[in-house]
């Protein structure tokens, strides 16, 4: 596994960097089906210390965890129990679902945008209705199941997950409610 661990204003030593790789580690080699790369980041937040980890599964899958702390060390290890726990959850739904995939997630490519949020002078209506756009990127569509989805949406606790479906083909959508369980929208 390859590991990238930096710091935003914050100088990471060797001993940390030790530390990160022995135990992120462990927690891979519990639960992990051959993760391919982590990348770790520390940085502050007023007083207290910010790690924020991503590791990619070799099926596709990415599972992310943050966590705050008064001590870096401390910050990681809350990180890594946050990691452990997400992947425990995850082995579990595999284990349950009785599906191993046997080809890695397929990814495709489309075209993201990054829109301004343009309001009229005294905040009414804009006068164009053309939104202007601040920035351009590639975003990627993982071809998943929807129970894949859910799963995939939960690892990087994110409200919301597009993705193709591997049934049909179609773009579908699942997301998180405000009520607290899980929305699907599989147009036809």
Known sequence: MRYQISGKQIDVGDALQSHVKSELGEVMEKYSQRPTDALVVFSRDAHAYVCEATVHLSSGLTAQAKAHANEI??????????????????????????????????FAEAPSYILAADKGANGDEPE???????????ARIPSLSAGEAVMQMELTSSNVLVFRNERHGGLNVVYRRDDGNIGWVDPE
Request: glycine residues 0%.
């Open 73 to 106: 060390y401390a910050a990681f290890d809350a990180c890594a129990e946050k990691m452990d726990k997400q992947l425990r959850r995850y082995k579990r739904r595999l284990k349950d679902h009785h599906r191993t995939r046997a080809e890695p997630v397929a």
């Open 128 to 138: 164009s209705l053309q939104p202007i756009i601040i920035a351009e990127m590639e």
